[in-house]
């Protein structure tokens, strides 16, 4: 069981990167992204429920970023709109095992490598 999570790189502000992340080995009842910028503490971005019919953002990124899955292949998506320098960070994605509308970090027990996205201004 393992997550491979890509698609960092370097970003103009307000443009429009997507993060994957393939989710292999067995299935989950919540995936999540989250990041983490130097010298703060790692914070959830968006987390989903398995199916998709349930997702929760942080503030600072609602309207502009979207978590989706694809059944297909097992792949969870950030898309992100309307980058800014603040949201320069290592991203990371992350599955749980569990899922309840109010899910924390300290649920998620898998977590892939991170990709960082650096946004210039």
């Known amino acids: 069981v393992q997550l491979q999570a890509c698609g960092g790189g370097f970003v103009q502000a307000g443009g429009s990167p997507r993060l994957h992340c393939v989710a292999s080995g067995r299935t989950f009842s919540g995936v999540g992204w989250f990041r983490r910028t130097p010298g703060k503490e790692r914070e959830l971005v968006a987390v989903m429920n398995w199916r998709g019919a349930m997702k929760r953002y942080t503030d600072s990124v609602k309207g502009r970023f979207t978590i989706s899955r694809d059944n297909r292949n097992n792949t969870v998506y950030l898309q992100m709109h309307r980058l800014k320098p603040e949201d320069t960070a290592v991203y990371y994605c992350?599955?749980?095992?569990?899922?309840?509308?109010?899910?924390?970090?300290?649920?998620?027990?898998?977590w892939g490598q991170g990709t960082l996205v650096t946004v210039s201004s």
């Open positions: 992350a599955a749980s095992a569990t899922w309840y509308s109010g899910i924390k970090e300290p649920d998620f027990g898998l």
